[in-house]
């Protein structure tokens, strides 16, 4: 195992580059001081930016090099997917401790790789650095989308429905058994936690149908989420506990938890998608979902009266003990 000193930050730059499709005539990539990029006509660029550092976002002894890379971009791809954004390029930057293991690099860069290619991304610059205390990795995505396309999280309206895709509180379960060393961990559980998948095929269907109303990737859990988008749109929400998407293994893991809902609404980084749409096009949102291969599932309602209320199966009202993820 070779350190990166040896390699400098020009040799380190090369093999990145070496690794990546990247724009190509007249767009430019890796090499100059800037990148240059083409926008395609009527389209308006999203862009949005992620960090992860060593020991809050991950820990080497349990992340496999290939995931975290996979993970680094997919969580920006999210972004785009909430806004219902096409990913076209993005930039990655590295703080590398002098000694970290050129292995682990390239497992990274396979990891970043093989995601870029799966969503048509290139790679088009980035920035390396030295570091004290660990990796961090900060990733800039770039996409596009016609203005009137782009969904925002403060359009939902009162009496719109509340969706969400794919199943909720997998990804806490998983860091949760594997923080805990547990012997047996659930292997679907973990692998949410690890790769998650970004829903951007679903975000970019749901904008272009016009039928939702605001947008919003779950990455703090739903909760916290859903009140993000609801403040902005100036109301509140209804949510039936009940309606909840969650996985079998989640519902095997949340036996054994003092309060069972409690990962599936404020544990984070689901990646999955919430959006509210009004009721008329609940056909159309089955139907595009279909067509995507995720489904998706009305959890609640949009309602006049701000804040998140949740209710069980009783109809009684239900608060969590934590809101939602939060670094400080
Ligand atoms: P500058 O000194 O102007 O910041 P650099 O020497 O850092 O330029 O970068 C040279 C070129 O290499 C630029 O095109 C930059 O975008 C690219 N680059 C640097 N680090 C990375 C990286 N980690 N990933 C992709 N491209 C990178
Ligand atoms: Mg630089």
Not at 199 to 204: A, E, K, Q, T, W
Request: aromatic residues 8%.
């Amino acid at each position: 195992m070779n350190a990166l000193a040896k390699e400098g930050e020009f040799g380190l730059i090369e093999r990145i580059r070496a690794r990546f499709r990247q724009p190509t005539a007249p767009d430019y990539g890796i090499g100059d001081d800037c990148a240059l990029l083409t926008p395609r006509v009527g389209m308006q660029i999203a862009v949005s930016t992620d960090l992860m550092t060593e020991g809050v976002h991950f820990d080497r002894s349990y992340m496999p090099a290939i995931a975290l890379g996979r993970k680094a971009l997919a969580v920006n791809l999210s972004d785009l997917a909430a806004m219902g954004a096409i990913p076209r390029v993005f930039f990655l930057s590295f703080a590398l401790p002098r000694a970290f293991s050129v292995d682990y690099l390239d497992g990274v860069l396979e990891g970043l790789a093989a995601m870029a290619d799966e969503h048509d991304c290139l790679l088009a610059g980035g920035d390396t650095c030295g570091s004290q205390s660990g990796l961090t990795i900060s990733i800039t995505v770039l996409g596009e989308q016609k203005p009137q396309y782009m969904v925002k999280r403060s359009g939902a309206q009162a009496g719109h429905d509340i969706w969400v895709s794919g199943t909720l509180g997998d990804a806490a379960a998983g860091l949760e058994q594997l923080q805990k060393g547990a012997v047996a961990c659930d292997q679907f559980l973990v692998s949410r936690h690890l790769d998650p998948a970004p829903r951007v095929g679903l975000g970019i269907v749901l904008a272009e149908s016009e039928s939702v109303s605001s947008m919003i990737d779950i990455s703090d859990g739903l909760y916290g989420d859903v009140g993000h988008c609801m403040r902005l749109s100036g109301v509140g929400a209804a949510i039936n506990l009940n309606s909840l998407p969650l996985s079998l293994p989640y519902r095997t893991f949340s036996r054994q938890q003092h309060d069972p809902w409690l990962a599936a609404l404020t544990g984070g980084e689901d990646y999955e998608l919430c959006f509210t749409a009004a009721p008329q096009h609940e056909e159309t949102i089955c139907n595009l979902a279909k067509t995507t291969g995720i489904p998706v599932t009305k959890i609640g309602t949009v309602t006049e009266q701000s804040g998140v209320t949740l209710y069980t199966a009783d109809g009684s009202p239900y608060q969590p003990e934590r809101s939602s993820y939060t670094h400080f």
